[in-house]
T-cell receptor
Framework: DGGITQSPKYLFRKEGQNVTLSCEQNLNHDAMYWYRQDPGQGLRLIYYSQIVNDFQKGDIAEGYSVSREKKESFPLTVTSAQKNPTAFYLC??????????????????FGQGTRLTVV | AQKVTQAQTEISVVEKEDVTLDCVYETRDTTYYLFWYKQPPSGELVFLIRRNSFDEQNEISGRYSWNFQKSTSSFNFTITASQVVDSAVYFC?????????????FGQGTRLTINP
C-alpha cells in the first residue's frame, strides 16, 4: 500500500546526543515536510523540501537538520542544540506537480509519527 | 502573518449529540485554502476537507458538515449524531496562495471525546 512510514515509533535520547528520525514515502510525491507537535500548540513546521537535494527552513528550524538525497526519503536529525526536543514529530508529503493549485495537490499525507523523549 | 485559532481545547459530549468545532483564521491573502484534519489515537493526521477562499458553499459529507463564512473568517465543522469513533483531536489549518510545497499553519487543535 502507498503511504508514509516513520520510524521508530518511540525514541529516547540522552542529553547531548544527536538522533535521526526516519521518514520514507512511496507515493512518488516531490514535496516532503517535518512538523513538530506539542500539547496545546498544534503542529509547527520545522523543514520542508520541494525537490531532491533542496530543502527550506520552516518556522522552528533551529536545532534541527535534514537531508533529501532521495525522493522517497527525508530524514530529520534532532541535534544537541535543540533545547527542548521532547515532542511528537510528524512527517508529511504532497504532490506539487500542479504547482500546488490542483485539488490533488492540496492534500498532505501524514505518517504515524515518532514520539521523542529526552531522558 | 497567518494565524488559526481553535478556541475550544476540549469538548466532551454524549453519543448521538451534535457537536460543532470552531475555527477562526487570520490572513492578508485574498486567495487561501482552509483544511480540517482528524488525528485519531494512532497519531497520523487524516485529511477531511479542503476549501478555497473563493468557494463559500457549505459542504456536507455524511454526518460531517462545514460552514465557511468569509465575513467572520470562520470555518466551522459540525458532526451530526456523533459516534464514539469520532473521538479524536481535530485540527483546522490554513495555507496561502503560493505554488509548490504546502506550508500549512495549524490551529491548536480541539480534543473531542464522544462518550457512550
Amino acid at each position: 500500500d502507498g503511504g508514509i512510514t516513520q520510524s521508530p515509533k518511540y525514541l529516547f535520547r540522552k542529553e547531548g546526543q544527536n538522533v535521526t528520525l526516519s521518514c520514507e514515502q512511496n507515493l512518488n510525491h516531490d514535496a516532503m515536510y517535518w512538523y513538530r507537535q506539542d500539547p496545546g500548540q498544534g503542529l509547527r513546521l520545522i523543514y520542508y523540501s520541494q525537490i531532491v537535494n533542496d530543502f527550506q527552513k520552516g518556522d522552528i528550524a533551529e536545532g534541527y537538520s535534514v537531508s533529501r538525497e532521495k525522493k522517497e526519503s527525508f530524514p530529520l536529525t534532532v541535534t544537541s542544540a535543540q533545547k527542548n526536543p521532547t515532542a511528537f514529530y510528524l512527517c508529511a508529503s504532497s504532490d506539487v506537480r500542479g504547482g500546488g493549485m490542483r485539488p490533488s495537490d492540496t492534500e498532505a499525507f501524514f505518517g504515524q509519527g515518532t514520539r521523542l523523549t529526552v531522558v | 502573518a497567518q494565524k488559526v485559532t481553535q478556541a475550544q481545547t476540549e469538548i466532551s459530549v454524549v453519543e448521538k449529540e451534535d457537536v460543532t468545532l470552531d475555527c477562526v483564521y487570520e490572513t492578508r491573502d485574498t486567495t487561501y485554502y482552509l483544511f480540517w484534519y482528524k488525528q485519531p489515537p494512532s497519531g497520523e493526521l487524516v485529511f477531511l476537507i479542503r476549501r478555497n477562499s473563493f468557494d463559500e458553499q457549505n459542504e456536507i459529507s455524511g454526518r460531517y458538515s462545514w460552514n465557511f463564512q468569509k465575513s467572520t473568517s470562520s470555518f466551522n465543522f459540525t458532526i451530526t449524531a456523533s459516534q464514539v469513533v469520532d473521538s479524536a483531536v481535530y485540527f483546522c489549518a490554513l495555507r496561502g496562495p503560493q505554488q509548490g510545497a504546502q506550508k500549512l499553519v495549524f490551529g491548536q487543535g480541539t480534543r473531542l471525546t464522544i462518550n457512550p
